[in-house]
């Protein structure tokens, strides 16, 4: 079973805050990833991390950043929110020799 | 440029019918496919998965089939339940890569 936890689920906050969202799995997986997903779109790829002190941007620009400093904690900021921003964020990880990604629950932001 | 497509946005399938989704991907490089199910406000969950150098998986009510010269997938959920209503989305994988292109998705609506 996947341990892949996301927080905050649901953050609702004003244009100009700094977020931070938190993703943790306590797999030992080496590689995370962080995806976009706006309602009836595909999962956009925004970042991902091969492990520690690895980062990488994805398929799709994203004003957000990422840090890898230990394996099992992957969070994503952004310095400062716009209402573009509102989206669902899905953090995953995979084990390096399945490929098979397992999925947290998600956190919905909203920007005003 | 979409690598990775689902033509169809909906499908609605009787109970006990079988439901079969599809997918085309354009990148002749991909060769590792996965199939997720979505319910709204959570992470997606993994399904079946099927690597380039078979055509078929099958697990339980779930069978993957590969077409690779058509460059096509699709997932035939037999016999299909109303539990099974939520959106599947595929995805496809580059060797060495591990970065995943998802589809847009199909909401799948099984009616008792």
């Known amino acids: 079973e996947a341990d892949i936890y996301q927080t905050p689920r649901y953050l609702v906050i004003g244009t100009g805050k700094k977020i931070t969202l938190e993703c943790s799995q306590t797999m030992g997986h080496d590689k995370m990833y962080w995806y976009q997903q706006d309602p009836g779109m595909e999962l956009h790829l925004i970042h991902y991390?091969?492990?520690?002190?690895?980062?990488e941007k994805g398929d799709l620009s994203s004003e957000s950043t990422v840090s890898r400093i230990r394996t099992e904690h992957f969070p994503l900021t952004l310095e400062s929110a716009r209402p573009s921003h509102t989206s669902q964020y899905l953090c995953?990880?995979?084990?390096?020799?399945?490929?098979?990604?397992?999925f947290g629950e998600g956190s919905r932001l909203t920007v005003l | 440029d979409q690598q990775v497509k689902q033509n169809s946005p909906s499908l609605s399938v009787q109970e006990g019918r079988i439901s079969i989704l599809n997918c085309d991907y354009t990148?002749?490089?991909?060769?590792?496919f996965l199939w997720y199910k979505k319910y709204p406000a959570e992470g997606p969950t993994f399904l079946i998965s099927?690597?380039?150098?078979?055509d078929k998986n099958e697990d339980g009510r779930f069978t993957v089939f590969l077409n690779k010269s058509a460059k096509h997938l699709s997932l035939h959920i037999v016999p299909s339940q109303p539990g099974d209503s939520a959106v599947y989305f595929c995805a496809a994988s580059e060797a060495g890569t591990y970065k995943y292109i998802f589809g847009t998705g199909t909401r799948l609506k099984v009616l008792a």
């Open positions: 990148n002749s490089m991909f060769d590792y």
């Open positions: 099927i690597s380039s150098i078979k």
């Open positions: 991390s091969y492990g520690v002190n690895s980062t």
């Open positions: 995953a990880s995979s084990e390096f020799s399945t490929g098979e990604l397992f």
